[in-house]
T-cell receptor, first 115, second 116 residues
Framework: NAGVTQTPKFQVLKTGQSMTLQCAQDMNHEYMSWYRQDPGMGLRLIHYSVGAGITDQGEVPNGYNVSRSTTEDFPLRLLSAAPSQTSVYFC??????????????FGPGTRLTVL | AQSVTQPDIHITVSEGASLELRCNYSYGATPYLFWYVQSPGQGLQLLLKYFSGDTLVQGIKGFEAEFKRSQSSFNLRKPSVHWSDAAEYFCAVGAPNSGGYQKVTFGTGTKLQVIP
C-alpha cells in the first residue's frame, strides 16, 4: 500500500493563479480531509469528505474548493491564490469518520508559496 | 465546540532523561484523544489514542499517555528520550458533530529538542 500520496511536494504560485493539489489513498478509506499547517497554529481543517460525493467545510474553507468523485481521490483547488494561502497542506484519511475508527493517516504534505 | 491546548511551544531535554508533554482539552463529555508526532519535513504519525477504558494508554516508540478527567488532561510521557525522538508533537481531540461524524481539533504543537 502506498498509503496517502500528495502531489506536488512543492509549488510556487503568483497571486491570482489557480491550481489543484492532488491527494489519493489506496486504503479504501471513507473519510478524507485537508488541513493547512502554519507556524504556531497547529493544523486547521479546510474541508473534509465522509464518502464519495459528500463534502463539507471545515474551520478555514474560504478560497478553497473540493470534490470527491471517487473513494480514492480528494483534490483541493485554490481558486485565486493569495499570499495568505502560503502554507503546508496535508491530506489525511481514515477508515471511518464515526466511532473509534478515526485514526487519521497523513500524506507527506505540499509546501505552497504564493508570491 | 472542543478545543485543545498545548502550553509548551518548545521543550529541550537531554538524551536519556524523562519527558512529559502537556495537553489540556475542553469538551463537555469524554472525547477521543490522540497524540501525533511529526518529524521534520514529514506528515503526522499516530503515537497513541484514547477512547475509553484504561486511562493509561501505551503507544508506539515507548510513549504512553494518561487521561485524567478531573484535570481535563492527556499528557504524553516517555521514561528515557532518544535523539531520534526530536520532532514536533501534536495533541488532538475528537468529538462528534451534529451529523455524527468525528471532528478532530489539533493543538498548536510542542517542538522537542534532544541534546546529547
Amino acid at each position: 500500500n502506498a498509503g496517502v500520496t500528495q502531489t506536488p511536494k512543492f509549488q510556487v504560485l503568483k497571486t491570482g493563479q489557480s491550481m489543484t493539489l492532488q491527494c489519493a489513498q489506496d486504503m479504501n478509506h471513507e473519510y478524507m480531509s485537508w488541513y493547512r499547517q502554519d507556524p504556531g497554529m497547529g493544523l486547521r481543517l479546510i474541508h473534509y469528505s465522509v464518502g464519495a460525493g459528500i463534502t463539507d467545510q471545515g474551520e478555514v474553507p474560504n478560497g478553497y474548493n473540493v470534490s470527491r468523485s471517487t473513494t480514492e481521490d480528494f483534490p483541493l483547488r485554490l481558486l485565486s491564490a493569495a499570499p495568505s494561502q502560503t502554507s503546508v497542506y496535508f491530506c489525511a484519511s481514515s477508515y471511518s469518520a464515526r466511532g473509534s475508527y478515526n485514526e487519521q493517516f497523513f500524506g507527506p504534505g505540499t509546501r505552497l508559496t504564493v508570491l | 465546540a472542543q478545543s485543545v491546548t498545548q502550553p509548551d511551544i518548545h521543550i529541550t531535554v537531554s538524551e536519556g532523561a524523562s519527558l512529559e508533554l502537556r495537553c489540556n482539552y475542553s469538551y463537555g463529555a469524554t472525547p477521543y484523544l490522540f497524540w501525533y508526532v511529526q518529524s521534520p519535513g514529514q506528515g503526522l504519525q499516530l503515537l497513541l489514542k484514547y477512547f475509553s477504558g484504561d486511562t493509561l494508554v501505551q503507544g508506539i516508540k515507548g510513549f504512553e499517555a494518561e487521561f485524567k478527567r478531573s484535570q481535563s488532561s492527556f499528557n504524553l510521557r516517555k521514561p528515557s528520550v532518544h535523539w531520534s525522538d526530536a520532532a514536533e508533537y501534536f495533541c488532538a481531540v475528537g468529538a462528534p458533530n451534529s451529523g455524527g461524524y468525528q471532528k478532530v481539533t489539533f493543538g498548536t504543537g510542542t517542538k522537542l529538542q534532544v541534546i546529547p
